[in-house]
């Protein structure tokens, strides 16, 4: 039986609110992107599903489908390996249980991270709140933009290429699941996991051949090997990877509205991938707008 597609492109599966860091709300970041001419968006915030709701009610006023997300903090080592989840169910004991976890030890990393910080420059934890939507997943973003308030820097990537460089001596790594256990996660609450910008620096050379086998042996969907962080020499091996091990490959922008220079629509998806992502993802459904 053939299967009626109810969604429209072009479609961008990574895009962040300010329910992590982003700088739109749910519902702003939904109109911006049926404005940017996109038939369909995710809504993928840092470790949290707490935008879903507005999402929702916005792409139905917008008329866009929305693919209700999340990226997932996980950790190999010292590298941050980033997990993108799609459509699971948000209630999910053991997921939520460790989405719970990361969160917290995100908010206690960003405060001793800024107590370090603030011996060396004016700049305290109310500064950082004062930047962040209550509620929402903190990170390095938050410090930046309390950074660039107090007049330590420029903007949020003169802040990452200095302050907050792991050079400088702040940074700290925060609590993470490895992402094996992640994907397990994923899968077991109904959701499809892709592993986002699979071909930075510091991830690409984690995800090796051997890793990713095992990855796919726990339930990976696939590899977003377009997008703007992505190196060509390690894209270009991860493609041949992703044909070895039959993994799909997605496209996407990681907007964060004024927080990075990504643009909506910059890469998509191919609507052959996401109608498997709908297809294998049953813990929660897509809303079409
Ligand atoms: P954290 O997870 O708290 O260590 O912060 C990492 C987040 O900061 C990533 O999810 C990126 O969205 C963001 N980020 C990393 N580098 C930059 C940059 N140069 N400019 C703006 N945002 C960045
Ligand atoms: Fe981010
Ligand atoms: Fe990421
Ligand atoms: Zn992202």
């Known amino acids: 039986m053939a299967v009626v597609r109810q969604f429209q492109g072009p479609i961008d599966l990574h895009a962040h609110s300010s329910v992590s860091d982003g700088t739109e709300t749910p519902a702003e970041l939904v109109r911006a992107a049926a404005g940017a001419g996109l038939g369909t968006v995710a809504l993928t915030d840092h470790d949290s599903t707490a935008g879903w709701a507005a999402a929702s009610t916005a792409a139905r006023t917008a008329g866009i489908t929305l693919i209700p997300g999340m990226e997932f903090s996980t950790r190999v080592q010292y590298a941050s390996v980033h997990l993108l989840a799609y459509l699971f169910d948000p209630a999910d004991s053991a997921l939520l249980a460790e989405v719970t976890r990361v969160r917290a030890a995100r908010l206690s990393r960003a405060e001793q991270m800024v ?9 305290s934890w ?3 709140l004062a930047q962040t939507t209550p509620g929402a997943t903190v990170g390095r973003p938050h410090i930046a ?6 007049g330590h820097a420029l903007n949020r990537s003169a802040a990452f290429a200095d302050i907050l460089h792991w050079k400088a001596g702040y940074f700290q790594p925060h609590y993470a699941p490895d992402p094996l256990r992640a994907i397990e996660l994923v899968r077991a609450a109904g959701g499809v996991p892709v592993i986002a910008h699979p071909a930075t620096r510091g991830i690409a050379d984690v995800v090796s051949e051997s890793r990713l086998k095992t990855m796919v042996g726990a339930g990976l969907f696939g ?3 377009e997008h703007r962080e992505n190196n060509p020499e ?6 041949e ?5 039959g993994l ?3 496209g996407s922008s990681d907007y964060h509205g004024t927080g990075k220079p990504n643009r909506f629509g910059e890469n998509t998806t191919a609507p052959e991938v996401l109608d498997r992502i709908i ?8 809303v079409y707008g």
């Not at 933009?145 to 107090?150: C, F, G, I, Q, S």
């Not at 990877?241 to 091990?245: I, P, Q, R, V, Y």
Request: no cysteine; proline share 5%.
């Open 126 to 128: 109310d500064d950082v």
């Open 115 to 123: 107590a370090r910080i603030g011996m060396d420059y004016d700049l």
């Open 248 to 250: 799909y490959v997605t």
């Open 145 to 150: 933009d309390a950074l660039v308030a107090r």
């Open 279 to 286: 297809a294998e993802g049953h813990g929660s459904a897509p």
């Open 234 to 239: 390690p894209t270009a091996r991860l493609y």
């Open 223 to 225: 590899l977003e090997l």
């Open 241 to 245: 990877l992703a044909t070895k091990f």
